[in-house]
């Protein structure tokens, strides 16, 4: 099973920004937003987004304050030592060739992934 990895298409959640776009408060605990986030998260690992049918592999990143979040079955979680752009420009170099799909609403990280031919989409096709 886990050489199946690499033939799932990839979903890659930039964490920060995803939590970043629901007013809820998230800043007085950035680790157990991250945490939230993934446990919601599981469910599109089996599934799929609207733009990608699952079963996926999915990643969230996250940075900062959210670092030390485990992984869970279904959701993969990959710390980025600096800046979670950077961590998810590398997830997606690294899956050249496969289909790969970045959850952001950040417009340099949209163009950064684009030009190595992943997809993006917004924050909305994982928190509908």
Do not use: F, H, Q
């Amino acid at each position: 099973m886990a050489g199946m990895t690499n033939i799932l298409p990839l979903l890659v959640v930039d964490g920060a920004n995803v939590v970043g776009s629901v007013p809820d408060g998230w800043w007085r605990d950035r680790r157990g937003a991250a945490e939230r986030l993934r446990d919601r998260l599981v469910a599109y690992a089996a599934s799929g987004t609207a733009e990608l049918s699952g079963p996926l592999e999915l990643v969230l990143v996250v940075e900062g304050a959210a670092r030390g979040v485990g992984s869970v079955p279904g959701v993969r979680v990959a710390e980025a030592s600096g800046s979670g752009d950077d961590r998810i420009v590398e997830l997606v170099a690294e899956a050249a060739g496969r289909t790969c799909l970045v959850v952001t609403a950040d417009r340099e990280l949209r163009r950064r992934v684009t030009a190595l031919g992943a997809r993006v989409t917004g924050p909305r096709a994982v928190l509908g």
